[in-house]
């Protein structure tokens, strides 16, 4: 009877841990997929919709959720979304909104982006309106994509209509660092170790210039590697 205990409970250990390795690998896959997109500053095109603007305009758009997905896979969950102003007019509604992301360990690690959102107030037989609240929800959707857009996150779809047009580019750069120093930690490298093995990577920085001074194209073929790197050791971790 003990016997066939300890081989149950040792098969459910057996079951939990691929389970869990299998949940890793999910994890690890959708972070390579966001981080694709990231580099790319494309947006797959599943991903994004069509609706109708003023002046007779078609917008493109993501959803909430996708959005949400691309703040789990790139941040390990490691964000918070926070409204710290909120205003209802006669026909719309505003909120400002505060998006926190963790880049790196320690308190430096940690970024915010503000943006402003809106929503039309839903009306019943043009007088009525039906839920204040959901007007809200809406527009805290649309002022948490702004701030993601802000990051480089879906950037190719809310750039181009938005007054941060010109900053996305910089929250990319930003972002972009920030994930390859958090990379390089999870091989064991602070920021200074990889900085020196940035300028011993020959296959992508010839010149042996430092990380500063390398091109956009150089910075993505450096966060790439790392994660190739990440991922293969962790799998080696598996099979050991």
Do not use: C
Request: hydrophobic share 40%.
């Amino acid at each position: 009877m003990v016997k066939r205990e300890v081989e149950g409970a040792y098969a459910g250990l057996i079951l939990k841990s691929s389970n869990f390795e299998r949940y890793r690998d999910k994890i690890q896959e959708e972070f390579e997929i966001a981080l694709e997109s990231l580099i790319e500053k494309k947006t797959p095109k599943d991903a994004v919709y069509k609706r109708p603007g003023r002046g007779g305009m078609t917008f493109d758009y993501v959803s909430g959720w996708w959005m949400i997905e691309q703040l789990n896979a790139l941040f390990n969950r490691e964000w918070s979304w926070r409204i710290d102003r909120e205003e209802v007019g006669q026909l719309q509604v505003w909120v400002r909104g505060v998006l926190t992301v963790r880049m790196s360990p320690g308190p430096e690690g940690l970024i915010s982006k503000e943006a402003y959102g809106g929503a039309d107030i839903k009306m019943q037989g043009g007088s009525k309106v039906i839920d204040i609240a959901d007007d809200l929800k809406a527009a805290s959707t649309d002022a948490l994509k702004k701030a993601s857009s802000m990051l480089g996150i879906a950037a190719d779809i809310y750039g181009k209509h938005s007054d941060h047009a010109n900053s996305t580019e910089v929250g990319f750069s930003s972002t972009r660092s920030k994930v390859v120093i958090s990379r390089a930690s999870n091989l064991g490298m602070d920021e200074d170790q990889l900085k020196e093995w940035v300028i011993t990577q020959e296959d992508i920085n010839p010149k042996g210039d430092v990380m500063d001074d390398l091109s956009e194209a150089q910075m993505n073929k450096v966060l790439q590697k790392l994660v190739k790197m990440d991922t293969d050791q962790q799998k080696a971790g598996v099979n050991v």
